[in-house]
């Protein structure tokens, strides 16, 4: 798979108050835009994909306790690129032979920054998320 880079953008952790009782923590992860890019270093044209990720820790009463959330892109540079760019302006979804691809990577880089982030914040860390390679069809 042709992905020449990732990076982060923005990462945000927030703690707005203690935990005082059980904690429910939500995480997941989204691809937000896919556009062309233009790679002057490279004499070509690739694809910057968007994607973020967020964690949630959820106290009693729905109660928002901590969050972390990380906005970064993925570089792609192959023949893919008219397919994946084809796919996401008809359906705003990637090709399933890269989502999976693309969002492992994606997880892999935000799973280990949001680990660190939570220690700092003496919070749970965030259950790993491992990506599920299905079919569409088999979703439903």
């Given amino acids: 798979m042709p992905v020449i ?7 945000e952790a927030k703690k707005h108050e203690e935990i005082k009782g059980p904690l429910k923590v939500n995480s997941n992860m989204n691809i937000v835009d896919v556009k062309e890019q233009d790679l ?7 694809l910057l994909i968007e994607f973020e990720y967020k964690t949630k820790y959820i ?10 959330n990380i906005n970064g892109n993925i570089i792609f540079l192959g023949d893919e690129k008219e397919d ?8 705003k979804s990637l ?3 890269i989502k999976f691809h693309i969002i492992s990577l994606a997880l892999d880089k935000c799973s280990k920054k949001a680990i660190f982030l939570s220690d700092d914040l003496q919070l749970p860390p965030p259950p790993l998320m491992v990506p599920e390679a299905r079919k569409q069809s088999e979703r439903k």
């Fill in 5 to 11: 880079g990732i990076n982060l953008k923005a990462i």
């Fill in 40 to 46: 002057p270093a490279l004499k070509s044209e690739g």
């Fill in 59 to 68: 106290g009693e009463k729905h109660k928002n306790i901590a969050e972390i």
């Fill in 84 to 91: 994946i760019l084809k796919a996401w302006k008809k359906e």
């Fill in 95 to 97: 090709p399933e032979n």
